[in-house]
């Protein structure tokens, strides 16, 4: 990729902006819309940021961490990135899209490239009805909340809340709840990509429920459906010691 034009987008941390000035004195930088390729640096979630930010450019996206964790980025180097970017592998990543209506009425569709979470709003616990591809699954689930995860966002909330960590090329989301309280046994459910998942929240004045895809948070809604949204492709560029598919793997041996 040695030539390409970069478009280099830091966080508005000290560290990232510290590097973002050292990158674009050593290589230049250039606008999304004349770019090649966009290098974002900071932490994971300045990476969904961008990720969100240039989704309709198509452009391949390398991150580089100047934050904590930084499980999408790649290691921090001012050296030979024109050389690391010709190298990089990709991982192609597709986000789940949320149909959220609200008790208004209104509705609202975002994409989420971790996950879309459901939660209670209040004190009182909610209560929801699981339906997959139009079937009911589970006719109440009492519990603070619920959540669809894709492969990529599995580390994350979803790791937290006890999920089950997904292999990229599985081909399967994890449907996980946020402790439930009924059916107390319920620990969750793999499915594949390729399904509808309807979530009604039931007694909703009563109980009111939120909905959030990544970053973008619905409140008060009384029906979500969320599905693969296949027609919009990410490009994620990975360095090929710490690509994605490893680092998922990874993640399923440490202690």
């Known amino acids: 990729?040695?030539?390409?034009?970069?478009?280099?987008?830091?966080?508005?941390?000290?560290?990232?902006?510290?590097?973002?000035?050292?990158?674009?004195?050593?290589?230049?930088?250039?606008?999304?819309?004349?770019?090649?390729?966009?290098?974002?640096?900071?932490?994971d979630g300045f990476m969904l940021q961008t990720?969100?930010?240039?989704?309709?450019?198509?452009l391949p996206i390398y991150g580089m961490n100047r934050g904590t964790i930084g499980f999408l980025m790649n290691q921090y180097a001012e050296d030979d990135l024109m050389e690391r970017l010709e190298?990089?592998?990709?991982?192609?990543?597709?986000?789940?899209r949320m149909h959220a209506v609200r008790d208004a009425g209104t509705e609202m569709e975002a994409?989420?490239?971790?996950?879309?979470?459901?939660?209670?709003?209040?004190?009182?616990?909610?209560?929801?009805?699981i339906s997959i591809n139009g079937k009911v699954r589970v006719e109440e689930l009492i519990c603070d909340g619920i959540l669809v995860s894709t492969a990529a966002g599995s580390t994350a909330?979803?790791?937290?809340?006890?999920?089950?960590?997904?292999?990229?090329?599985?081909?399967?989301?994890?449907?996980?709840p946020i402790s439930p309280f009924r059916p107390r046994r319920w620990r969750g459910a793999l499915l594949s990509r390729e399904v509808r998942i309807k979530l009604e929240i039931l007694d909703h004045f009563k109980r009111p429920v939120s909905a959030?895809?990544?970053?973008?948070?619905?409140?008060?809604?009384?029906s979500v459906t969320i599905e693969e949204a296949r027609d919009?492709?990410?490009?994620?560029?990975?360095?090929?010691?710490?690509?994605?598919?490893?680092?998922?793997?990874?993640?399923?041996?440490?202690?």
């Open 1 to 43: 990729m040695s030539g390409k034009k970069v478009a280099f987008m830091g966080s508005s941390s000290p560290k990232a902006q510290e590097a973002l000035g050292a990158l674009e004195k050593r290589y230049g930088n250039v606008a999304v819309e004349d770019a090649e390729v966009v290098v974002a640096i900071g932490g």
């Open 51 to 58: 990720l969100h930010r240039t989704m309709s450019s198509g």
């Open 87 to 96: 190298k990089a592998e990709t991982s192609e990543l597709h986000p789940l």
């Open 111 to 129: 994409l989420a490239i971790n996950e879309v979470s459901l939660l209670r709003q209040t004190r009182q616990a909610a209560k929801v009805r």
């Open 157 to 176: 909330y979803n790791l937290s809340a006890h999920g089950p960590i997904l292999p990229l090329n599985a081909g399967v989301l994890a449907l996980t």
């Open 212 to 222: 959030t895809a990544d970053a973008t948070e619905v409140r008060d809604v009384v």
């Open 232 to 255: 919009v492709a990410l490009k994620v560029l990975f360095d090929p010691e710490h690509n994605l598919e490893e680092r998922v793997l990874q993640e399923q041996f440490v202690p």
